[in-house]
């Protein structure tokens, strides 16, 4: 499986490309744009900023973005394809939005890396310290990032916080550890595509073991450790993890997950107070498919995707 | 009026052309076998009759005349086929000259159809939007080397003479020298073989071999654009144009970079790609097709394919086929003169509709047949 549309929805927001003039399109009838009859405002949308191959640098449309939208309501923002190390002049997109937190006062909600295959592998998608965007935009209360190649994280502190979500093809320990030592008291929810490690998801149990922990995560209500090569590992540490006890959706989904993790699950702490288990793109029997809907009657439990376990070559659902 | 047809009799396609005929009331078509031309018999085609090429599809015997001897699933023998088959081609002309017989696809377009190269430079020449190509390339390393040197990362390398997306490789060259080539070709002890599951190689040394085993039959490189996605599936359009219209579309979907329709790949939704595209940008899309099609005036027929580029605002023509039409279920886009017919009773109509001693310029019928054809 890969990604492979964009992003046409955000955090409650439907998804507007912002049309660079150079397009050859006109700009008008964007929200907020000064046509007339516009009774739209910039803050109804979530802009979606981006180049493509051979169009103009990341950074001049970003530049003809704040120019163009009244960025000072944008609540939404969509950070698309910027290009890539081995293209003449690729931008780094966090300095970018870092340098221009003033002129996007009203930021809420952050995607950065809506980039799809035909873009790039996900694990090829180049990131950087991320860690800025916290420290530029303290009110950010949805943060995804999708992309996990030089990724860095450090602990960061948020009181508004609410969802934090990392899709990779293989997530650094550094970024898990840090997101387990950040102090994130309004995180509801939280999810880590942990992928392969050939994709440098080199993280353990023991790193996610603060998570897991709960104790600094009082607000946590739905977990995903998902697309792990270590599915059947979280499974084993999920069974006996404070935290669970205050989800209503725990997501071990994407991943490798077998009878033996599954087993683990449902020997360990009960599950029943869930709301929601998504286990999809699995390698589970029939028959353990079978117990883990008997043993969680009230629960919604997604076993979608069962794949086939005839070569013994277990595989994450997005990788590269 | 008779058609022939030049084609494999009992196939899908000299069957469903034939319905057509019958449902237009007609004789069935006189079919010449591809077996018998290949082999060097004089191509029987019948005077005053209208001349239908098709192509030689998938008859293993056929396959054996064109490419020579060997297992008919493995790739490459691309340029031995072109030049058998051009040369068939130019038989098959000369037998319908001799017989007065009114050609529908004019050989030397259907010659220019089958070189991908050669394709891709007649549209540019003529200002359609094209995906960049390299100059030639002759083997991995000089690949890789033009390249660079035109500041692509991701390609599609088409054997030049290719079909149904055999050989095609769907190449990309990361950060740290990373390297990914996905391919319906499968590596055998014996050579490359069409596979109907996509492989991956991600070793220089396994991308070497396939790009160094495809290149001596010849190459066409372009720009690997990244396509438009819906509900988690790139796609690409196959829009058969009629006589100068676009009147059939199918929308081939894909979790992977090729989009050909036996490769696992779906149907999607004709009206929720023009949705995404809008009414405006849907006519633009069509408009984009014809004029693809106009490069090949002497055709009755061709199948283009349309990239809708991500970002649902610029398109580009892939491929112009000659023998596109192979698309069964499909009948005419609503509000054209093909609404309901399939893509053999469209050109049947279209070629009832000709007027004048010669078929060339084909497209000039639309202009006095319009959306009146029967």
Do not use: F
């Given at each position: 499986m890969t990604i492979n549309a964009h992003l046409t929805e955000f955090a409650g927001k439907p998804v507007v490309d912002f049309r660079h003039e150079q397009d050859g399109e006109p700009s008008d009838g964007q929200p907020g744009s000064s046509a007339p009859g516009s009774q739209t405002s910039a803050g109804d949308v979530a802009w979606r900023v981006a180049t493509w191959f051979d169009g103009p640098g990341f950074g001049e449309i970003f530049e003809a973005f704040l120019g163009t939208v009244a960025t000072a309501e944008v609540t939404h923002l969509v950070i698309g394809y910027w290009g890539a190390s081995y293209d003449q002049g690729t931008p780094d997109p966090v300095a970018l939005l870092t340098v221009a937190a003033g002129r996007l006062p009203a930021l809420r909600a952050l995607f950065l890396g809506d980039i799809v295959m035909e873009e790039a592998e996900i694990s090829w998608i180049e990131q950087s310290d991320v860690t800025r965007l916290f420290d530029a935009f303290p009110g950010l209360e949805h943060v995804e990032i999708r992309g996990s190649q030089a990724l860095e994280l450090r602990p960061v502190s948020s009181q508004v916080l609410r969802t934090l979500r990392f899709e990779s093809g293989g997530l650094p320990a550094e970024v898990v550890r840090a997101v387990g030592d950040s102090d994130l008291p309004a995180l509801e929810h939280l999810d880590l595509w942990l992928g392969t490690g050939s994709y440098g998801g080199d993280a353990t149990t023991d790193d996610l073991a603060v998570i897991l922990g709960g104790e600094r995560l009082p607000a946590l209500r739905r977990l995903g450790l998902e697309d792990a090569q270590i599915a059947d590992d979280i499974a084993t540490a999920v069974a006996g993890a404070p935290v669970v006890a205050r989800l209503e959706s725990l997501s071990l989904a994407l991943g490798t997950l077998t009878d033996r993790g599954a087993e683990t699950l449902l020997t360990g702490q009960p599950l029943t107070h869930l709301r929601r288990l998504d286990l999809h793109h699995h390698f589970l029997s029939d028959a353990m498919m079978a117990r883990v809907r008997a043993a969680l009657p009230g629960v919604e439990v997604d076993l979608g995707e069962q794949e086939p376990l005839d070569d013994d070559w277990l595989y994450v659902a997005i990788s590269e | 009026m008779t058609f022939a047809v030049v084609g494999t009799p009992g196939d899908r396609r000299t069957e469903m052309f034939a319905a057509a005929c019958r449902s237009a009331g007609l004789d069935e078509p006189i079919v010449v076998a591809w077996r018998d031309v290949l082999r060097g018999a004089a191509p029987a085609v019948a005077s005053g009759s209208l001349l239908r090429v098709d192509s030689p599809g998938e008859d293993a015997e056929v396959d054996a005349l064109l490419r020579g001897p060997g297992d008919p699933a493995r790739v490459g023998g691309g340029a031995r086929w072109y030049a058998s088959f051009t040369t068939a081609l130019g038989r098959v002309a000369a037998a319908a000259e001799q017989a007065g017989a009114r050609q529908l696809g004019d050989v030397d377009e259907i010659a220019v159809m089958c070189d991908k190269r050669r394709c891709h430079a007649r549209l540019r020449s003529a200002g359609v939007p094209v995906p960049e190509a390299l100059p030639p390339v002759y083997d991995y390393a000089d690949l890789r080397a033009r390249m660079t040197e035109a500041g692509l990362h991701q390609v599609f390398v088409k054997p030049a003479?290719?079909?149904?997306?055999?050989?095609?490789?769907?190449?990309?060259?990361?950060?740290?020298?990373?390297?990914?080539?996905?391919?319906?070709?499968?590596?055998?002890?014996?050579?490359?073989?069409?596979s109907l599951r996509l492989r991956t190689y991600e070793?220089?040394?396994?991308?070497?071999?396939?790009?160094?085993?495809?290149?001596?039959?010849?190459?066409?490189?372009?720009?690997?654009?990244?396509?438009?996605?819906?509900?988690?599936?790139?796609?690409?359009?196959?829009?058969?144009?009629?006589?100068?219209?676009?009147?059939?579309?199918?929308?081939?979907?894909?979790?992977?970079?090729?989009?050909?329709?036996?490769?696992?790949?779906?149907?999607?939704s004709v009206d929720a790609v023009r949705d995404a595209l809008g009414a405006a940008g849907w006519e633009r899309a069509l408009d984009v097709c014809a004029q693809a099609a106009g490069c090949f005036p002497g055709s009755l027929m061709v199948g283009v394919d349309l990239l809708v580029q991500a970002g649902w605002r610029r398109v580009a023509i892939g491929e112009v086929n000659a023998f596109g039409d192979l698309l069964p279920g499909i009948t005419g886009l609503p509000g054209t003169w093909a609404e309901g017919l399939d893509t053999y009773g469209a050109q049947v109509s279209a070629a009832l509709a000709l007027r004048g001693p010669r078929a060339a310029a084909h497209h000039a019928a639309p202009r006095t047949v319009g959306r009146d054809l029967p």
């Open positions: - | 003479h290719g079909s149904s997306a055999s050989g095609v490789v769907a190449l990309r060259a990361g950060p740290a020298g990373r390297v990914k080539a996905v391919t319906s070709a499968a590596r055998t002890a014996a050579g490359l073989v069409n070793t220089e040394p396994e991308v070497a071999y396939l790009i160094d085993s495809l290149a001596p039959d010849g190459l066409h490189v372009e720009r690997w654009l990244p396509k438009a996605g819906l509900d988690g599936r790139v796609l690409d359009l196959r829009v058969v144009v009629v006589a100068g219209k676009p009147t059939h579309v199918v929308v081939r979907t894909s979790c992977s970079p090729m989009t050909n329709l036996h490769l696992g790949n779906t149907r999607g």
